[in-house]
């Protein structure tokens, strides 16, 4: 992975010792500075994506949340035409034998899913905030998204959240 | 930094795997709302076979309408990974815990589920890893001694990991274990040479393995925990 080639010649310049598994350590140690946040999306703290676009939200789930899963195998998502509740699952992802539940950051109806994450679960990873969207919602209470964090707020929330443990 | 951190260990024996799940989404649920720790169930089940979400029933090699004739039960579940056998001489961890308080994500989640398979397969002198990518789980060089599913809910797990101390092996034979076709099933009795103690010692030193490598300072025995809790029936 880019990250880990990254960090491995940046442990390199710096002159630090490499543990015996240098992957798992040193990707820890610089994940939460470099899961990327992106402006200008709203971000719940179930760490998905929300980009509101006129009368369209696009939702996903951020850089940390899929570097946190592991490899997805497998997306579930719901069919056009369904309702969605904010805080409520909306579908499941399938990494390292474990299926998390993803959450809606907002209410509304599910007006378009991502057909592409069938044949390609792994665009979650790869590509979190672009071609791993997941479903495009009409919100049915647009004021919701007031109460979600902005980029600076949720990237102090992930250095927190990492922080303390 | 996060203080003490409680676990409460259900040891249960054996238990049907029906009872069983419907115990796990109460707890998942009374964990979700706070009304009770970190909860470990330890039992066995008789003979199961399981699936994951993905429905891979294509690795079940078996009519379905056959399971009666061998003894063993089928059940679709929500949780990651294949198809799996579960049976008398297995070991299975069924952990309740809230990630988002221990503050780990799937991936480190179940990394510490293969590190405990692995620590109690070091009791034995039985040298054990984890998978390579894409195949999580216990393996003894090309052989799989344990097995794992999970499913996260909320940031709360339930599902967990399988151990094999001596399960009948012929049962896999059924099945393509896991969805991988050219890796063979074994078990603790198989890889090691040295005397096993009684299952119940084996059962505990995994539960010691867990909450050493999970961080739980505490750990609580549940007296007479009973699939039925204090104040309901399971419908």
Same mark, same amino acid.
């Given at each position: 992975?880019?990250?880990?080639?990254?960090?491995?010649?940046?442990?390199?310049?710096?002159?630090?010792?490499?543990?015996?598994?240098?992957?798992?350590?040193?990707?820890? %140690?610089?994940?939460?500075?470099?899961?990327?946040?992106?402006?200008?999306?709203?971000?719940?703290?179930?760490?998905?994506?929300?980009?509101?676009?006129?009368?369209?939200?696009?939702?996903?789930?951020?850089?940390?949340?899929?570097?946190?899963?592991?490899?997805?195998?497998?997306?579930?998502?719901?069919?056009?035409?369904?309702?969605?509740?904010?805080?409520?699952?909306?579908?499941?992802?399938?990494?390292?034998?474990?299926?998390?539940?993803?959450?809606?950051?907002?209410?509304?109806?599910?007006?378009?899913?991502?057909?592409?994450?069938?044949?390609?679960?792994?665009?979650?990873?790869?590509?979190?905030?672009?071609? $791993?969207?997941?479903?495009?919602?009409?919100?049915? %209470?647009?004021?919701?998204?007031?109460?979600?964090? $902005? %980029?600076?707020?949720?990237?102090?929330?992930?250095?927190?959240?990492?922080?303390?443990? | 930094?996060?203080?003490?951190?409680?676990?409460?260990?259900?040891?249960?024996?054996?238990?049907?795997?029906?009872?069983?799940?419907?115990?796990?989404?109460?707890?998942?649920?009374?964990?979700?709302?706070?009304?009770?720790?970190?909860?470990?169930?330890?039992?066995?089940?008789?003979?199961?076979?399981?699936?994951?979400?993905?429905?891979?029933?294509?690795?079940?090699?078996?009519?379905?309408?056959?399971?009666?004739?061998?003894?063993?039960?089928?059940?679709?579940?929500?949780?990651?990974?294949?198809?799996?056998?579960?049976?008398?001489?297995?070991?299975?961890?069924?952990?309740?815990?809230?990630?988002?308080?221990?503050?780990?994500?799937?991936?480190?989640?179940?990394?510490?589920?293969?590190?405990?398979?692995?620590?109690?397969?070091?009791?034995?002198?039985?040298?054990?890893?984890?998978?390579?990518?894409?195949?999580?789980?216990?393996?003894?060089?090309?052989?799989?001694?344990?097995?794992?599913?999970?499913?996260?809910?909320?940031?709360?797990?339930?599902?967990?990991?399988?151990?094999?101390?001596?399960?009948?092996?012929?049962? @896999?034979?059924?099945?393509?274990?896991?969805?991988?076709?050219?890796?063979?099933?074994?078990?603790?009795?198989?890889?090691?040479?040295?005397?096993?103690?009684?299952?119940?010692?084996?059962?505990?030193?995994?539960?010691?393995? @867990?909450?050493?490598? @999970?961080?739980?300072?505490?750990?609580?025995?549940?007296?007479?925990?009973?699939?039925?809790?204090?104040?309901?029936?399971?419908?």
């Amino acid at each position: 992975m880019a990250l880990t080639m990254w960090a491995s010649s940046a442990a390199n310049a710096l002159r630090i010792s490499r543990a015996s598994k240098p992957h798992l350590s040193l990707a820890f %140690s610089f994940s939460r500075c470099f899961s990327t946040v992106l402006d200008g999306l709203k971000y719940a703290t179930s760490h998905e994506w929300v980009k509101h676009e006129g009368s369209v939200a696009t939702i996903g789930i951020t850089d940390h949340a899929q570097d946190h899963l592991g490899e997805v195998v497998f997306v579930e998502l719901p069919e056009p035409g369904v309702s969605v509740s904010q805080g409520k699952g909306f579908g499941a992802v399938e990494s390292v034998k474990a299926t998390s539940d993803v959450n809606c950051p907002i209410s509304g109806e599910v007006v378009e899913v991502n057909s592409k994450l069938t044949e390609t679960p792994g665009l979650i990873n790869s590509s979190p905030y672009e071609e $791993g969207w997941m479903i495009k919602v009409k919100p049915s %209470s647009p004021s919701e998204l007031e109460s979600l964090m $902005g %980029s600076k707020e949720y990237t102090k929330f992930c250095e927190e959240e990492d922080a303390s443990h | 930094m996060r203080g003490p951190l409680k676990l409460e260990v259900w040891k249960m024996g054996f238990v049907n795997y029906l009872d069983a799940l419907k115990l796990q989404e109460k707890l998942v649920s009374d964990r979700k709302l706070c009304r009770i720790p970190d909860t470990l169930l330890s039992l066995q089940h008789p003979p199961t076979y399981t699936l994951g979400k993905r429905r891979t029933d294509h690795n079940l090699l078996i009519p379905a309408s056959e399971l009666k004739n061998i003894g063993a039960e089928l059940h679709y579940t929500q949780r990651g990974g294949d198809i799996t056998f579960h049976g008398p001489h297995q070991a299975i961890l069924y952990p309740i815990i809230s990630l988002r308080e221990i503050g780990l994500g799937a991936r480190n989640y179940v990394e510490k589920l293969e590190s405990t398979m692995i620590e109690l397969s070091s009791l034995y002198g039985v040298k054990a890893c984890a998978g390579q990518k894409g195949e999580t789980g216990v393996w003894v060089g090309e052989r799989k001694i344990g097995a794992i599913g999970v499913r996260i809910s909320h940031g709360i797990t339930s599902h967990g990991l399988a151990f094999n101390i001596d399960p009948d092996l012929k049962y @896999f034979k059924h099945i393509v274990p896991c969805g991988i076709t050219d890796k063979e099933v074994t078990s603790l009795r198989r890889e090691t040479s040295t005397v096993l103690p009684s299952e119940e010692a084996i059962h505990e030193q995994l539960i010691s393995c @867990f909450s050493r490598l @999970f961080g739980y300072n505490t750990v609580v025995w549940k007296e007479n925990p009973s699939i039925l809790s204090d104040h309901e029936e399971i419908a």
